[in-house]
Antibody, heavy 122, light 111 residues
Framework: EVQLVESGGGLVQPGGSLRLSCAAS????????MHWVRQVPGKGLEWVSS????????RYADSVKGRFTISRDNARNTVFLQMTSLRADDTAVYYC???????????????WGQGTLVTVSS | QSVLTQPPSVSGAPGQRVTISCTGS?????????VNWYQQLPGTAPKLLVY???NRPSGVPDRFSGSKSGTSGSLAISGLQPEDEADYYC???????????FGTGTKVTVL
């Protein structure tokens, strides 16, 4: 069974930095686009960032562009999200998700991790 | 902030059929990008329910069905069961924003 396990969340002051990790297992990690999606507690889902299989193509939501950096280590089957200049409105549960390669599937997330909570507060 | 609009809540008695709409625009669902649906049970991560408008991953009951027409998508739950009580989100891609976009979310309550 595909597993995605996030870590690295916690409490950080405004303006601070944090690096999230997502460890993947039981699939050919380097073949998949990987994403970060966040959810403010009690609110909806917001796509944050994505990265292709070899790490050569990245995408970011406008709300995090210039502050967050997505990367991956295919030898360790891990994707990262480096977050800097954090603001109170970055407070959320951050999920990593795999983009499906199912036949006819298009830009769909087929597996999600359990999430890690990031709280930005003084 | 969400570019896909869903009703905040729908409800039904066990065994009934409920539908959830997802309204987009010509830059996402009407582009045409596919509509995908996720179920989020309380305190858990989202789970893929329907992909590419009307396809179900293995293990998803056939009580769940999806469709798309023009700039809107729809999720139907037939034979509503207590365990279907959850939040449901639609998702697509937007060519103008160059971003993956989610719906506002719908809470399904089983009466």
């Amino acid at each position: 069974e595909v597993q995605l396990v996030e870590s690295g969340g916690g409490l950080v002051q405004p303006g601070g930095s944090l690096r999230l990790s997502c460890a993947a297992s039981t699939f050919t990690f380097s073949a998949y686009w990987m994403h970060w999606v966040r959810q403010v507690p009690g609110k909806g889902l917001e796509w944050v960032s994505s990265l292709n299989g070899d790490g050569s193509a990245t995408r970011y939501a406008d709300s995090v562009k210039g502050r967050f950096t997505i990367s991956r280590d295919n030898a360790r089957n891990t994707v990262f999200l480096q977050m800097t200049s954090l603001r109170a409105d970055d407070t959320a549960v951050y999920y990593c998700a795999r983009e499906s390669r199912l036949p006819v599937a298009e830009k769909v997330f087929d597996y999600w991790g359990q999430g890690t909570l990031v709280t930005v507060s003084s | 902030q969400s570019v896909l609009t869903q009703p905040p809540s729908v409800s039904g008695a066990p065994g009934q059929r409920v539908t959830i709409s997802c309204t987009g625009s010509s830059s996402n669902i009407g582009a045409p990008y596919d509509v995908n649906w996720y179920q989020q049970l309380p305190g858990t991560a989202p789970k893929l329910l329907v992909y590419s408008n009307s396809n179900r991953p293995s293990g998803v009951p056939d009580r769940f069905s999806g469709s798309k027409s023009g700039t809107s998508g729809s999720l139907a739950i037939s034979g509503l069961q207590p365990e279907d009580e959850a939040d449901y989100y639609c998702q697509s891609h937007d060519s103008s924003l160059r971003a993956y976009v989610f719906g506002t979310g719908t809470k399904v309550t089983v009466l």
